[in-house]
Structures are given as C-alpha cells and as structure tokens.
C-alpha cells in the first residue's frame, strides 16, 4: 500500500507539475539526505546546533537554487530566510533553556530500558531541543518567503510601469494573505500530528495537566518560534524583494 501511494504522488506530481515536479522530488530526496548525515554526524559527537545550522543553510540551497533555479526570486528569498534565521536565535535560546522542556518527556512511557532504548545517548538534550526549533523554523519560513518572491516578481512583471511604492504596497497585501494562509498551515499540521495523543491525555489526565505537559508545552514553543519566523519573513521578504527585483527589472 505504501509503495502505491508513492507511486501515486510521484505520477501526480509528474503530470501536474512536469520538469518542477521532478526537480521538487529530487530536492526533497537530497533535503533528506542532508538531514540523514545530520543525524549522523550528531551521532558521531559534533554539536547538534552547529550540524543542524549547517543543514538548515544546505537545505535552503538546494531548496531555493536548485528547486526553484539561481535567479532573483530565489536570491532575495535565500537572504530573507538568512535574516530571520539569525534574528530568530537569541529567541529560540532563549526558549530553550528557559522552558526546561529538553529530553524525553515523563508521559513516553514506551521509551524505557526494559523496551530495549537507552535514556542516556550521550548528546546535549537542550541542544537537541534547539536543534529541533530550527528544523521547524526552516520549512515555515522557506515556504513564505518564495511565496512572497514570486508574487512580488509577478506583480513587477505585469505592471512594468509600477513605481517602488506602488509595488511595495501591493506585495504587502499579497503578503498578509500568504502569511495568514501559512500560520494556518502550522495551526492545521500541530493538530493534526498530536490530535491522538491530546485525546489519550484528555482520558488519562486533567486539563491542567495537559497545559502544563512537558510535550505539550515543547511542541506548543516549537509551532509559536516556527509562526513568529513565518510572521518575520513577510516584512523582510516584502521590502527585500520589491527594492531588488524592481531595480532588477529595471535594469
């Protein structure tokens, strides 16, 4: 079944989105190896927060250069992403060591010594933790930011006479509903993910105790540090991408 459900997709995409739909797949095929050797090299004893920062930067590369091909679309979302990233880490270190929400939480009882895991694997909890905001910022915030890039670059296209602010307020209003549409997404995949274990909460535990859940309030920051790089990015992504793409096209 899994094998036909693939096949499936892979079809889908092919017919749907032709030559795009073959680099999407390749890229997402190349995006999972880079995280594969991430783990990996954690594995190994390299920092968590160094690899997962270098495969975060790899995995925009492939994502915007490759994917989306080296033009001024992809150039300007690069530098967004870029910039939200390093706005956004004071931020997640913050989170992170102050919520004490690192490790493997007191209601996964599955994982034990007696069903053959190991609670101590030698690497840094909270860096793991840290590691996992910025997996999460990543895919929210490249998301966005092509989506703005690639409106911006077709307003400028279609309106060759449009001046700097004419451009900059309409990518604004196209960015605002980008940015709705995407915080909704990240609403939508919480749930969706967790919905069985909110249920197996509600019957074993109070209300209370659900909020105040280490999983709970982990995955809570993780969605939170993920939807405030997603509202970054718009006005970084806007101005960036309207100065450049219209001096571009200018030009």
Do not use: W
């Amino acid at each position: 079944m899994l094998i036909a459900l693939t096949a499936v997709l892979f079809i889908s995409i092919f017919i749907i989105c032709g030559d795009k739909g073959t680099k999407s797949i390749i890229s997402t095929v190349m995006n999972a190896i880079l995280l594969l050797a991430a783990i990996f090299l954690i594995y190994k004893g390299m920092s968590p927060v160094l690899v997962t920062v270098a495969m975060c930067v790899m995995i925009t590369v492939v994502t915007l250069f490759y994917q989306n091909e080296v033009n001024i679309k992809s150039k300007v979302a690069f530098f967004s992403v870029l910039a939200v990233i390093v706005i956004m880490v004071p931020l997640i270190y913050y989170m992170a060591i102050h919520a004490n929400a690192a490790g493997i939480p007191s209601e996964n009882y599955e994982v034990t010594d007696s069903n053959g895991y190991t609670r101590n694997i030698d690497v840094s909890m909270l860096s793991l933790q840290i590691s996992v905001m910025f997996i999460a910022l990543i895919g929210t915030v490249i998301d966005t930011a092509v989506a703005i890039t690639s409106s911006i670059y077709e307003i400028r296209a279609n309106s060759p006479e449009i001046s700097l602010a004419d451009l900059t307020a309409s990518s604004f209003k196209v960015s605002k509903a980008v940015m709705a549409t995407s915080i909704h997404t990240i609403f939508y995949i919480y749930i969706a993910e967790y919905m069985t274990l909110l249920i197996q909460y509600m019957t074993d535990y109070s209300l209370a105790y659900v909020i105040n859940s280490e999983s709970f309030a982990r995955e809570l920051i993780s969605v939170s540090i993920s939807g405030i790089g997603c509202c970054l990015v718009v006005p970084v992504a806007t101005i960036a991408g309207a100065a450049f793409i219209n001096k571009e096209q200018k030009a």
